[in-house]
């Protein structure tokens, strides 16, 4: 058996080069990313119909599509790659010139549904509105600058 740490070295070197990054195909990126997304909204939607009155508060409910959320924002990021801007996407090219800037706003995004999460577990309304609110801006502010 190899030494744990060793093994742990193995992760993240992998981690680091990508999974099977060759084999990937452009459109297949492109469908991974937009795939999160549409989840993304069915979450954040349902989410919002109950912030906004539109649908009646379930806050188990509410709190699972928050977990969810959570996790969905962590993974369209590895999606984004060379070679993935010229068809079939919104996303703009922009991206990769300014990809530090591109992975802040992912990161802005994971870490206010992170946050909308753990309000989501308690039962003040006003935090959970707040934190929902603060999520919805790092959709726009992303969409803004890098989607068509
Ligand atoms: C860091 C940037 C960023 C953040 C944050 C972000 N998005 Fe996006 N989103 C994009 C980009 C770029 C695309 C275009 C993807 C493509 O077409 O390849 C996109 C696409 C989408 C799509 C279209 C998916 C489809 O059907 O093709 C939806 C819906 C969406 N985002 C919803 C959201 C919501 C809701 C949030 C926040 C809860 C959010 N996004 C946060 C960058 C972001």
Do not use: N
Request: aromatic share 10%; charged share 30%.
């Amino acid at each position: 058996m190899k030494p744990l740490y060793k093994v742990a070295a193995t992760l993240v070197l992998a981690g680091v080069a990508g999974h099977a990054a060759a084999d990937i195909k452009p459109f297949e990126a492109v469908e991974y990313r937009k795939g999160i997304f549409k989840a993304v909204k069915w979450h954040f939607g349902a989410m919002g119909d109950m912030v906004k009155g539109k649908a009646e508060f379930d806050s188990e409910d509410f709190a699972r599509r928050a977990d969810l959320l959570a996790a969905l924002s962590q993974m369209p990021w590895e999606g984004f790659r060379p070679g993935t801007y010229a068809s079939a996407t919104s996303a703009l090219p922009v991206i990769e010139d300014k990809w530090e800037d591109f992975t802040a706003a992912g990161d802005a995004f994971s870490e206010k549904a992170a946050a909308l999460a753990v309000a989501a577990k308690g039962d003040d309304m006003k935090a959970i509105k707040s934190a929902f609110g603060a999520t919805a801006r790092t959709c726009k502010g992303c969409h803004d600058d890098f989607k068509d």
